[in-house]
């Protein structure tokens, strides 16, 4: 197929819009940490020195699994130990409140392989919410048609390898959480800044409110037997045990909404991608009664802080984030782009369109996952870029070996040490493909349209099949 300006490609799934950026640009390596490491889990100790400790309640609380992250990585970890191991007390803690989100993701057929050898009834729960994208129409900015792909075109590059879902990010998110046991999943929670620390035969934490309240408010101290970091790309949780740094910034924001009865702007079944220079807007309709819309526009690196260390800023949030509206930005951002881009903004509730930042992290930066009794998972352990469109599929991959490891050696280290040996041969590949994908396109080379799909097959990485994890 005949190479195409990334600008003009289709894309697969809401992933894509990242190409379209054409002055993308990292902010550079990770910064190596000074800060030593305690035994046991390492501590970055010149990165916490100087906190105010944090008043805890007396009260302590043991559990054999503490999970930081309650997105699908951290979800399907849960849901996969308490399958296997019932006998064991797991717990989630979430720093934000489950609601609908503005962002939609796609599961491949190795990560819906991966679910499905989870736990069936989960795959089913998640297949069933697939929306199939339909025709998708690429437009410039004066509304032009430069492209056209008709029937599924999401899923369609896959269908004989297996079952794909294309559905909302919280579609996913509810269904791995409606699976879990009561009491599994706590949100509004975060981990404190304190570092855990190792004290032999388990590993002491402080959670605490995720909320308004001055931290302290509400903190309470959990003794773990293992503790699994799936706190994303920003992960906290990563620079308390390796202290390696922030990741690389890809030098781009992105709005994302849910726009309710969209039929006045956006046709049923169907996608449409807006393309420009360095920027890009991209709806889909799922289910027909619900939108989701991305815009992706260069972000300032003077303004890059407020992307950090949260996944999305919200125009309620309290903070920097609040200085500013996440929908005044971004009607600015498209303010002469086609009319119906700036239609379905404004027709946006303003409460609902989140900003975040997207991230990476060099390949060579990833060889240690964990240490002592601590360990991560998808994006947190080997964050790429989303070039290749696998973040989902390979967190549900990290989620299915690392139940599959505590089955067979209960939560203790040697469990996270099994499991890093089977994943990191399987993960790294695929996160060096897409940053090598990312630097290649900051360097101005263009890829075909159906590059993921194309890449993702050639390295075989959708035809994974996987053993049911053992039950008890």
Same mark, same amino acid.
Request: with cysteine; hydrophobic share 40%; aromatic share 6%.
């Given at each position: 197929?005949?190479?195409?300006?990334?600008? !003009?490609?289709?894309?697969?799934?809401?992933?894509?819009? $990242?190409?379209?950026?054409?002055?993308?640009?990292?902010?550079?390596?990770?910064?190596?940490?000074?800060?030593?490491?305690?035994?046991?889990?390492?501590?970055?100790?010149?990165? +916490?020195?100087?906190?105010? #400790?944090?008043?805890?309640?007396?009260?302590?609380?043991?559990?054999?699994?503490?999970?930081?992250?309650?997105?699908?990585?951290?979800?399907?970890?849960?849901?996969?130990? =308490?399958?296997? &191991?019932?006998?064991?007390?797991?717990?989630?803690?979430? #720093?934000?409140?489950? %609601?609908?989100?503005? /962002?939609?993701?796609?599961?491949?057929?190795?990560?819906?392989? /991966?679910?499905?050898?989870? *736990?069936?009834? =989960?795959?089913?729960?998640?297949?069933? @919410?697939?929306?199939?994208?339909?025709? +998708?129409?690429?437009?410039?900015?004066?509304?032009?048609?430069?492209?056209?792909?008709?029937?599924?075109?999401?899923?369609?590059?896959?269908?004989?390898?297996?079952?794909?879902?294309?559905?909302?990010?919280?579609?996913?998110?509810?269904?791995?959480?409606?699976?879990?046991?009561?009491?599994?999943?706590?949100?509004?929670? %975060?981990?404190?800044?304190?570092?855990?620390? *190792?004290?032999?035969? @388990?590993?002491?934490?402080?959670?605490?409110?995720?909320?308004?309240?001055?931290?302290?408010?509400?903190?309470?101290?959990?003794?773990?037997?293992? $503790?699994?970091?799936?706190?994303?790309?920003?992960?906290?949780?990563?620079?308390?045990?390796?202290?390696?740094?922030?990741?690389?910034?890809?030098?781009?924001?992105?709005?994302?909404?849910?726009?309710?009865?969209?039929?006045?702007?956006?046709?049923?079944?169907?996608?449409?991608?807006?393309?420009?220079?360095?920027?890009?807007?991209?709806?889909?309709?799922?289910?027909?009664?619900?939108? =989701?819309? !991305?815009?992706?526009?260069?972000?300032?690196?003077?303004?890059? @802080?407020?992307?950090?260390? #949260?996944?999305?800023? /919200?125009?309620?949030?309290?903070?920097?984030?609040?200085?500013?509206?996440?929908?005044?930005? &971004?009607?600015?951002?498209?303010?002469?782009?086609?009319?119906?881009?700036?239609?379905?903004?404004?027709?946006?509730?303003?409460?609902?369109?989140?900003?975040?930042?997207?991230?990476?992290?060099?390949?060579?930066? &990833? +060889?240690?996952?964990?240490?002592?009794?601590? +360990?991560?998972?998808?994006?947190?352990?080997?964050?790429?870029?989303?070039?290749?469109?696998?973040? =989902?599929?390979?967190?549900?991959?990290?989620?299915?070996?690392?139940?599959? &490891?505590? @089955?067979?050696?209960?939560? !203790?280290?040697?469990?996270?040490?099994?499991?890093?040996?089977?994943?990191?041969?399987?993960?790294?590949?695929?996160?060096?493909?897409?940053? *090598?994908?990312?630097? %290649?396109?900051?360097?101005?080379?263009?890829?075909?349209?159906?590059?993921?799909? #194309?890449?993702?097959?050639?390295?075989?990485?959708?035809?994974?099949?996987?053993?049911?994890?053992?039950?008890?």
């Amino acid at each position: 197929m005949q190479s195409v300006p990334l600008q !003009t490609s289709h894309f697969l799934g809401q992933q894509r819009l $990242v190409r379209t950026a054409s002055l993308l640009r990292s902010s550079g390596g990770p910064g190596q940490s000074a800060g030593g490491h305690l035994a046991g889990v390492g501590i970055n100790a010149a990165a +916490t020195a100087g906190r105010a #400790r944090v008043s805890m309640s007396s009260a302590v609380e043991k559990v054999d699994v503490a999970i930081i992250g309650g997105g699908p990585g951290g979800l399907a970890t849960a849901k996969g130990i =308490t399958r296997a &191991c019932p006998e064991l007390k797991v717990r989630v803690f979430e #720093r934000a409140k489950l %609601r609908p989100r503005g /962002a939609s993701v796609f599961v491949m057929p190795n990560g819906m392989h /991966a679910l499905e050898a989870l *736990d069936p009834e =989960t795959h089913a729960r998640v297949l069933a @919410h697939h929306s199939p994208a339909g025709a +998708t129409v690429t437009r410039n900015m004066a509304g032009e048609v430069i492209g056209e792909a008709g029937g599924d075109s999401v899923a369609a590059p896959f269908a004989s390898y297996g079952p794909c879902a294309y559905l909302l990010w919280a579609s996913l998110q509810k269904a791995l959480a409606d699976s879990l046991p009561e009491g599994v999943l706590e949100t509004e929670v %975060r981990l404190g800044d304190s570092p855990p620390r *190792d004290e032999g035969d @388990h590993v002491r934490l402080q959670i605490v409110s995720a909320g308004r309240r001055p931290d302290g408010a509400a903190a309470k101290e959990i003794e773990a037997r293992v $503790v699994v970091g799936a706190d994303g790309n920003q992960s906290q949780l990563r620079q308390h045990i390796l202290g390696d740094g922030p990741s690389s910034s890809m030098g781009v924001g992105l709005f994302r909404a849910l726009l309710p009865r969209p039929e006045k702007w956006i046709a049923p079944n169907s996608a449409t991608i807006w393309a420009g220079p360095k920027q890009a807007f991209r709806t889909a309709v799922f289910q027909g009664d619900v939108a =989701t819309w !991305t815009g992706i526009v260069p972000w300032p690196a003077e303004e890059e @802080h407020l992307l950090q260390g #949260r996944a999305y800023i /919200a125009a309620n949030d309290a903070g920097e984030g609040a200085r500013f509206s996440p929908k005044e930005r &971004c009607l600015r951002a498209f303010e002469h782009w086609p009319d119906a881009v700036r239609g379905i903004i404004a027709a946006t509730d303003a409460d609902s369109i989140l900003v975040h930042g997207q991230n990476y992290r060099d390949p060579d930066r &990833c +060889t240690v996952w964990g240490r002592g009794r601590a +360990t991560l998972v998808g994006d947190a352990a080997h964050l790429g870029t989303p070039l290749l469109g696998q973040g =989902t599929s390979q967190a549900l991959e990290d989620a299915l070996e690392l139940s599959r &490891c505590i @089955h067979a050696h209960g939560a !203790t280290s040697s469990a996270l040490r099994a499991y890093e040996r089977a994943r990191q041969p399987l993960a790294q590949p695929i996160q060096a493909i897409s940053v *090598d994908l990312f630097k %290649r396109f900051q360097a101005g080379e263009s890829f075909p349209p159906d590059n993921e799909a #194309r890449l993702s097959i050639e390295h075989g990485f959708v035809a994974r099949s996987f053993r049911p994890l053992p039950v008890a």
